[in-house]
Nanobody, 130 residues
Framework: QVQLVESGGRSVQAGGSLRLSCLVSGYIWRKYCMGWFRQAPGKEREGVAALHLGSGSTYYADSVKGRFTISEDNAMNRLYLQMNSLRLEDSAMYYC???????????????????????WGQGTQVTVSS
């Protein structure tokens, strides 16, 4: 059974940085994607970043490109999301997800589509204030 546990969310001022971590337990196929998604109150879930574990390809939403970086530490079974230059609109619950993407080179829209992911964590709250 795959379990994903996020951590690292907290309140931070605009312009600041945070690193989210997702601890993975259980077996994850390394030919699929892991990703970070977020959902703010009253808004739809949004794909933020994804990492194809097989190819190492990364995918980012336009809203975070150049500010966020997704990475993994395979030895530690962790997925990370480094978030820099945080903005008020980055405030949301952030979720880690696994077992997404087809095993080839998906387009960014597919990689960031939450419907393609089978495993989800409980989320960690990020609040950005002015």
């Amino acid at each position: 059974q795959v379990q994903l546990v996020e951590s690292g969310g907290r309140s931070v001022q605009a312009g600041g940085s945070l690193r989210l971590s997702c601890l993975v337990s259980g077996y994850i196929w390394r030919k699929y994607c892991m990703g970070w998604f977020r959902q703010a109150p009253g808004k739809e879930r949004e794909g933020v970043a994804a990492l194809h574990l097989g190819s190492g390809s990364t995918y980012y939403a336009d809203s975070v490109k150049g500010r966020f970086t997704i990475s993994e530490d395979n030895a530690m079974n962790r997925l990370y999301l480094q978030m820099n230059s945080l903005r008020l609109e980055d405030s949301a619950m952030y979720y880690c997800a696994a077992d997404g993407c087809p095993p080839d080179h998906p387009p960014v829209e597919t990689a960031l589509d939450g419907q393609g992911y089978n495993y989800w964590g409980q989320g960690t709250q990020v609040t950005v204030s002015s």
